[in-house]
């Protein structure tokens, strides 16, 4: 029954910034959340993640030193600086199944919608 919409998605030109927000229907507290991203023609790519209380993260190499993932009891957000093309991409919020950070979609319980995200200049 749980709910994640996400907001936030946009054009934006290279090096530029956006946040990503995905309120839930219910707490999250229980729940390590994360972000995934799908660009056309590619396999779901792990984004970041962080753990229950929001102490540990975990980056993709992708968005290392660029982006940053927070959370509070209902909300998850992902704040992407010097944005570039090539992380232009379908970005989906995501709730584990595992008590950890992981790169695999079958350890995702339960997916947003997806929010585009479109780096171009």
């Known amino acids: 029954q749980l709910q994640l919409v996400e907001s936030g998605g946009g054009l934006v030109q290279p090096g530029g910034s956006l946040r990503l927000s995905c309120v839930a229907s219910?707490?999250?507290?229980?729940?390590?959340v994360g972000w995934f991203r799908q660009a056309p023609g590619k396999e779901r790519e792990a984004v970041s993640c962080i753990d229950r209380r929001g102490v540990s993260t975990n980056y993709g190499d992708s968005g290392k030193g660029r982006f940053t993932i927070s959370r509070e009891k209902t909300t998850v957000y992902l704040q992407m600086n010097s944005l570039k093309p090539e992380d232009t991409a379908v970005y989906y919020c995501?709730?584990?199944?595992?008590?950890?950070?992981?790169?695999?979609?079958?350890?995702?319980?339960?997916w947003g919608q997806g929010t585009q995200v479109t780096v171009s200049a």
């Open positions: 995501a709730r584990y199944r595992t008590f950890w950070c992981s790169k695999f979609v079958r350890d995702v319980l339960s």
């Open positions: 219910e707490p999250l507290d229980n729940y390590y």
